[in-house]
T-cell receptor, first 114, second 111 residues
Framework: KAGVTQTPRYLIKTRGQQVTLSCSPI?????VSWYQQTPGQGLQFLFE???????NKGNFPGRFSGRQFSNSRSEMNVSTLELGDSALYLC?????????????FGPGTRLTVL | GENVEQHPSTLSVQEGDSAVIKCTYS??????FPWYKQELGKRPQLIID?????GEKKDQRIAVTLNKTAKHFSLHITETQPEDSAVYFC??????????FGPGTSLSVIP
C-alpha cells in the first residue's frame, strides 16, 4: 500500500497570508489527524477527522481549520499567518475504528512564515 | 487535560549499552501506548506499541513495559547501535480519542 502523502512539502508565506495543506491517507484509512511540530513544543495535536467529521480537537486558535473529503483526503487551512506558525505540519492516518489505533505519518509540510 | 510526560529529554549511551526512556500519562482511561522514532529530517515511525491489557511486549532489541496502576510506561532498547540515534516519542490515547505525544527524548549512541 502507498503511504501517507502530503503536499506541498515546503511553503514560504508572509505574515497575514493564508495557507492550505493537503494530506492523502493510506487506502482504507478513514481517520486523518494533524500535528504541528516545532523544536520547542514537540508534536502538538491540532485536530482529527473521521468520515468527514471532526472527531477530536486540540488547543489551537480558530485560525487553524480543517476538513475531510469523502475519499478521506484532508486539508488543513491556516488563516492570517503569524511568525509563530512556522513549523513542520504532519498528518497521520489510521483506520480509526476500535482496536485499530496505529497511526502512520506523512513526510510533513515545512511552513516558513516571513 | 490529558498530558504525557517523558524523561529524560536527552540521553547519551555507549554503543552496546542499554537505553531506557520513561513516560507517565494523566488520563487513567488511556488504553493504547505507541512509541515512535524520528530520525533527523524524517517522519515519525512506529517502532512498538502496547495496549492496556498487556504488561510487556518485546520485539527483538526493543521492549515496552506498562504499569497501569502507576500510569507509566517505558521503552527499553538493548545492545544499542549508532543507527538507534534519533528522537523517540511516547504517546497515549483512548479508543477513538486523540493521540497525545510526550515531548520526546533525543538519544545519541556513541560508537
Amino acid at each position: 500500500k502507498a503511504g501517507v502523502t502530503q503536499t506541498p512539502r515546503y511553503l514560504i508565506k508572509t505574515r497575514g497570508q493564508q495557507v492550505t495543506l493537503s494530506c492523502s491517507p493510506i487506502s482504507g484509512h478513514r481517520s486523518v489527524s494533524w500535528y504541528q511540530q516545532t523544536p520547542g513544543q514537540g508534536l502538538q495535536f491540532l485536530f482529527e477527522y473521521f468520515s468527514e467529521t471532526q472527531r477530536n480537537k486540540g488547543n489551537f486558535p480558530g485560525r487553524f481549520s480543517g476538513r475531510q473529503f469523502s475519499n478521506s483526503r484532508s486539508e488543513m487551512n491556516v488563516s492570517t499567518l503569524e511568525l509563530g506558525d512556522s513549523a513542520l505540519y504532519l498528518c497521520a492516518s489510521r483506520v480509526g475504528l476500535a482496536g485499530s489505533d496505529t497511526q502512520y505519518f506523512g513526510p510533513g509540510t515545512r511552513l516558513t512564515v516571513l | 487535560g490529558e498530558n504525557v510526560e517523558q524523561h529524560p529529554s536527552t540521553l547519551s549511551v555507549q554503543e552496546g549499552d542499554s537505553a531506557v526512556i520513561k513516560c507517565t500519562y494523566s488520563d487513567s482511561a488511556s488504553n493504547y501506548f505507541p512509541w515512535y522514532k524520528q530520525e533527523l529530517g524524517k517522519r515519525p515511525q512506529l517502532i512498538i506499541d502496547i495496549r492496556s491489557n498487556v504488561g510487556e511486549k518485546k520485539d527483538q532489541r526493543i521492549a515496552v513495559t506498562l504499569n497501569k496502576t502507576a500510569k507509566h510506561f517505558s521503552l527499553h532498547i538493548t545492545e544499542t547501535q549508532p543507527e538507534d540515534s534519533a528522537v523517540y516519542f511516547c504517546a497515549a490515547s483512548r479508543t477513538y480519542d486523540k493521540v497525545i505525544f510526550g515531548p520526546g527524548t533525543s538519544l545519541s549512541v556513541i560508537p
